[in-house]
């Protein structure tokens, strides 16, 4: 099973700030994909492909990385992106999750 | 497109379960589906899923006593729990696999407690 590590697990910013997410994987992927969920929402495709915007996404959000480690940055933070993050991969079975990321708005 | 689950419910241990996922706004037979779950204020956790030609693929902690499942002619998705055990409580999602990979959609949650 490949164990998808993030860091850091808390996190805070004010608004305008840049934030940066890391997602650390046990063995090499040849993809990363990132979700934002809300308090008492259901998670959001935020990035697919590692690099690739979903639909809908404002473009202060991106993701870069490859082989073990991914990242996925704000470039502003705006108080609507206060959220836990997660990474995942389906390289190999089974499908998994990093343990999330909670991002709080200062 | 809109995924909307149901079905959950306080149940016993050892008991069973089964959740639907109606599916509506694309064409719910050409998609590969999931099921993920959320225990409460704990991360994601991926259950089981089914590809459109209804290959399936499991979950070690599910193996065994979860089965999914899928009927096209009516846009649902299923999953059976059986043996139910207090660690298998949470909220219940069901995910659209896009062709690239992601889920790109997610229904709403079915909450599952499972409780004496």
């Known amino acids: 099973e490949i164990v998808l590590t993030q860091s850091p697990t808390t996190t805070a910013a004010s608004p305008g700030e840049k934030v940066t997410i890391t997602c650390l994987a046990s063995?090499?992927?040849?993809?990363m994909y990132w979700y934002q969920q809300k308090s008492g929402a259901s998670p959001k495709l935020l990035i697919y492909s590692t690099s690739s915007l979903a639909s809908g996404v404002p473009d202060r959000f991106s993701g870069s990385g490859s082989g073990t480690s991914y990242s996925l940055t704000i470039n502003t933070m705006e108080a609507e992106d206060a959220a836990t993050y997660y990474c995942q991969q389906w390289s190999s079975n089974p499908l998994t999750f990093g343990s999330g990321t909670k991002l709080e708005i200062k | 497109v809109q995924l909307v689950e149901s079905g959950g419910g306080l149940v016993q241990p050892g008991k069973s379960l089964k959740l639907s996922c109606s599916a509506s706004?694309?064409?719910?037979?050409?998609?590969?589906m999931h099921w993920i779950r959320q225990a409460p204020g704990k991360g994601l956790d991926w259950v089981a899923y089914i590809s459109s030609s209804s290959g399936t693929v499991y979950a070690d902690a599910v193996k065994g006593r979860f089965t999914i499942s899928r009927d096209n002619a009516k846009n649902t998705l299923y999953l059976q729990l059986n043996s139910l055990k207090s660690e298998d409580t949470a909220i219940y999602y069901c995910?659209?696999?896009?062709?690239?990979?992601?889920?790109?959609?997610w229904g709403q949650g079915v909450m599952v407690t499972v409780s004496s």
């Open positions: 995910a659209r696999r896009d062709y690239g990979g992601p889920l790109d959609y």
């Open positions: 706004g694309f064409t719910f037979s050409s998609y590969g």
């Open positions: 063995s090499s992927v040849s993809n």
